[in-house]
């Protein structure tokens, strides 16, 4: 587990190797590199406002450039703004990039399960897929269980959400259509964990609250098994298909004496 995902934390160290760059270049080469590196982070995890950001900081790095070069060789005021600009910069810029280091990471790991698209901002994000639970469609599904997954520290209901994670993708893969079907089936799954997910942070040591954590944890154990029997029937019933198929080929090609018996 790392600090900010499921992923290991060498995995989250290499995806922030250019943010820890970004603050160890001090000096500017010519420009300050953490819009660039802002703009790259940007782009992979696609959040508008952070590419917005990075072009804003840009065009300072680009300002200040001019303007040490007019001033060079002087020590007068304008130099001495532009080399105080030049290091509010720094500090600004790479700031930035360390508060959004556990977003960015989060997105990436979203990225491993399903493909990303363009988003205003990770706090908008999160509001929608916390408060937004009549929006059934694939991304928010599999985005809210990866934030429930990270929020809840049962070991044993995370196991059973990387389950549901890994055989739903198969089904989508598998069958788009039958996907969204599941989704009209299994959705209350995100409903029950974010239940669990408040009864675990409530912290009351009583037999009513502990009743009711181990009545939900049979509901998603019970859940993945039923994800798990569902995907299994899918794939039965394509082998089937497949089957029926290479079976009619095969005749086929005997009746037309292109094979023998």
């Known amino acids: 587990m790392g600090w900010a995902t499921k992923k290991s934390k060498p995995w989250e160290i290499r995806q922030l190797i250019w943010t820890f760059l970004s603050i160890v270049l001090v000096l500017p080469l010519p420009i300050h590199v953490h819009p660039l590196v802002m703009m790259k982070q940007a782009s992979q995890s696609k959040v508008r406002s952070w590419m917005l950001t990075a072009w804003t900081l840009l065009l ?10 007019i001033f060079f060789g002087t020590l007068s005021q304008g130099m001495l703004l532009t080399l105080a600009g030049s290091v509010l910069s720094y500090i600004v810029g790479n700031s930035l990039l360390l508060n959004q280091a556990k977003p960015y990471l989060r997105r990436l790991e979203l ?25 059934d469609t694939p991304q928010y599904f599999v985005e809210r269980l990866l934030h429930w997954r990270k929020e809840i520290e049962n070991p044993k209901i995370q196991k059973d959400i990387d389950k549901i994670l890994r055989l739903f993708q198969l089904l989508e893969k598998k069958d788009a259509r039958e996907a969204e079907k599941f989704l009209m089936r299994h959705s209350t799954i995100v409903n029950v964990l974010m239940q669990y997910d408040e009864l675990e942070n409530a912290k ?35 082998m089937l298909d497949v089957s029926a198929e290479t079976d009619v080929y095969i005749q086929t090609l005997k009746s037309r004496n292109l094979l023998k018996d």
């Open 60 to 69: 300072i790095e680009l300002g200040l450039l001019v303007s040490f070069v």
């Open 111 to 135: 990225k491993e399960h399903r493909e990303l698209y363009w988003i205003s901002s990770p706090n908008s994000q999160k509001q929608i897929e916390i408060s937004a639970p009549s929006i």
């Open 204 to 238: 009351l040591n009583n037999q009513v609250t502990f009743e009711s954590q181990r009545k939900l944890e049979t509901v998603i154990q019970q859940a993945a098994i039923a994800v798990e029997e569902e995907v299994t029937n899918q794939f039965k019933m394509g």
